[in-house]
């Protein structure tokens, strides 16, 4: 199966160490306050996040030609006793490039990470989104469920 110029030129993968210096961070500032965070304290989590394996993945998808990180979401498999000790994804920190969006890159990344949530056996995958973006996560299969609460710790 040949790849169409726009598949060629985003490809979803894995998180790799070396995503940092292609605008990792940045993208993720996009979503949410994230701090500068040093070489050293990058690999330290990296690490830690791989100590996991495949029940957490962060995805992200490149632009070839630039060498961007232009989008990118993670799954973390939480393991349960209920439901025959069935096992839930938690899709988090869905973000495209304010450049790059309207390519459908959201939706691939969303596909990549319900797709390896059901091939860990997960009898559901779920998420937090705002108001605002639940049409885009209901065009991804999704629908609304109950309510979301949150307790911050500074």
């Given at each position: 199966?040949?790849?169409?110029?726009?598949?060629?030129?985003?490809?979803?993968?894995?998180?790799?160490?070396?995503?940092?210096n292609?605008?990792?961070?940045?993208?993720?500032?996009?979503?949410?306050?994230?701090?500068?965070?040093?070489?050293?304290?990058?690999?330290?989590?990296?690490?830690?996040?791989?100590?996991?394996?495949?029940?957490?993945?962060i995805c992200?998808?490149?632009?070839?030609?630039?060498?961007?990180?232009?989008?990118?979401?993670?799954?973390?498999?939480?393991?349960?006793?209920?439901?025959?000790?069935?096992?839930v994804?938690?899709v988090?920190?869905?973000?495209?490039?304010?450049?790059?969006?309207?390519?459908?890159?959201?939706?691939?990344?969303?596909?990549?990470?319900?797709?390896?949530?059901?091939?860990?056996?997960?009898?559901k995958?779920?998420?937090?989104?705002?108001?605002?973006?639940?049409?885009?996560?209901?065009?991804?299969?999704f629908?609304?469920?109950?309510?979301?609460?949150?307790?911050?710790?500074?």
């Open positions: 199966m040949e790849l169409s110029s726009e598949e060629e030129k985003f490809r979803v993968r894995k998180l790799e160490i070396s995503d940092k292609k605008g990792f961070i940045d993208l993720l500032r996009q979503l949410t306050a994230c701090d500068s965070i040093s070489d050293e304290a990058f690999k330290e989590r990296f690490d830690d996040i791989a100590r996991y394996g495949d029940d957490h993945l992200v998808i490149e632009d070839t030609i630039s060498g961007k990180v232009v989008a990118t979401g993670s799954i973390f498999v939480e393991k349960k006793f209920i439901r025959n000790c069935g096992k994804g938690h988090e920190d869905v973000v495209v490039d304010s450049g790059a969006r309207g390519k459908k890159l959201g939706k691939k990344i969303v596909e990549f990470l319900s797709d390896h949530g059901r091939q860990m056996g997960c009898y995958v779920i998420l937090d989104c705002s108001l605002a973006n639940m049409p885009f996560y209901e065009k991804c299969g629908q609304r469920k109950e309510v979301q609460m949150v307790k911050y710790f500074s």
